[in-house]
């Protein structure tokens, strides 16, 4: 008689958020409150330039790994994944301020951490607890993964895809499941949301056309986040839209059954109308990087100023809107970095960011 044995570290199944018994209400989502910061951007943006730093080279690290062949380890990406954590908990301006930090040609790289940072965020503002938020922030890191087991020309290719390469495209969700399920100690979350993250709620997405109740909580955030992301981010063949944009785009998916519309919700208030990292022209015509959003004041967010009326380069200085002292300015519009001349990747990697937010 045959005897058969069933490994269940790699039993998948479509997770509970621990809050809940059922699938999440509306209701729930209405009175969700996120915990207040441990402290402020100021504080916390050293920390933050750290955590981004190393887990960009990690990120970076497992792509390389996984096109030659080699197995993910798993618990170097939890320990990241805590870390980006623990600086959202602390202060989630933060590493928001650093998804702006963007380079064409490393898009799939920087997508899978922002994705991460975001879809973490988006947990902290329905207020997930902590193990739930690494949970989320693991799906978000790998959910792309298997994007590295697509040929190259396809996956950088300038132009749009055929509908062949496009059929090659969408297998990345197949192959990052089966790549992620033969992963040693990868959680079951991650390699389901690794299949799923293209799934919408109306059974309209991809590999397998499921609807709202086969798909995880997890792999419901990260789609969100996902779109986000990839509609605001530069890539091979179209520059990035703005937020404004993406947020329209995202509320149209949301009531068109993509993506659950409470979620959505969550995730617009989350970012609010001025994100960590927009570029916005002041109504005294200068113009300057919005570094951190009040909870209570949303729309008079601290702003690190960067040019002056005559659009000329000045030394940096944080102003706070939502101070008395500075009520005679307000944001006029958002730009586009590039519109203005400002660099930000110069300006990270100068250290002028962390320096003037940090003596700010």
Known sequence: MNTFYIDTTKETKVERFNKFNTAYSLDYL?????????????????????????TSNLVKTFMEEVKFGKPIN??????????????????????????????RDEYTAQHSMNVCIF????????????PELNKVGLCGLMHDIGK??????????????????????KQHT?????????????????????????????????????????ISHYAKIVAITDMYDAITSD?????????????????????????DSGLTMK????????????????TSGETGLVIEIHAKAKLKPKILMLKDQNKKTC?????????????????????????CDIDLIRHYQNGLLERSISTA
């Open 30 to 54: 209405e009175k969700a409150i996120p915990p207040k910061p441990r402290t402020d951007i100021k504080h916390e943006i050293k920390s933050a330039v750290t955590v981004h730093r190393k």
């Open 74 to 103: 798993a618990m170097a990406a939890k320990v990241v994944v805590n870390n980006c954590v623990e600086s959202i908990l602390n202060s989630h301006n933060a590493l928001m301020l650093l998804t702006q930090l963007k380079k």
């Open 119 to 130: 879809s973490i965020a988006l947990g902290r503002q329905i207020n997930l607890p902590t």
């Open 148 to 169: 590295m087991l697509i040929p190259n020309e396809i996956l950088n290719k300038p132009d749009r895809f055929t509908a062949e390469e496009l059929d090659i495209m």
């Open 174 to 214: 197949s192959k990052g499941y089966r790549l992620l399920l033969n992963t040693a100690d990868m959680l079951g979350s991650a390699i389901d949301v690794a299949h799923m993250h293209h799934e919408r709620l109306d059974g309209k997405g991809y590999p397998r056309q499921l609807t709202a109740e086969r």
């Open 235 to 259: 890539r091979v063949y179209q520059n990035g839209r703005s937020h404004l944009d993406a947020i329209k785009l995202l509320t149209e998916s949301s009531m068109n059954g993509h993506l």
């Open 267 to 282: 995730f617009i208030e989350c970012l609010g109308i001025y994100p960590v990292g927009s570029v916005v022209e002041l």
């Open 315 to 339: 030394n940096p200085f944080v102003i706070d809107l939502s101070l008395d002292s500075y009520r005679q300015y307000g944001i006029k519009k958002i730009l586009r970095a590039e519109e």
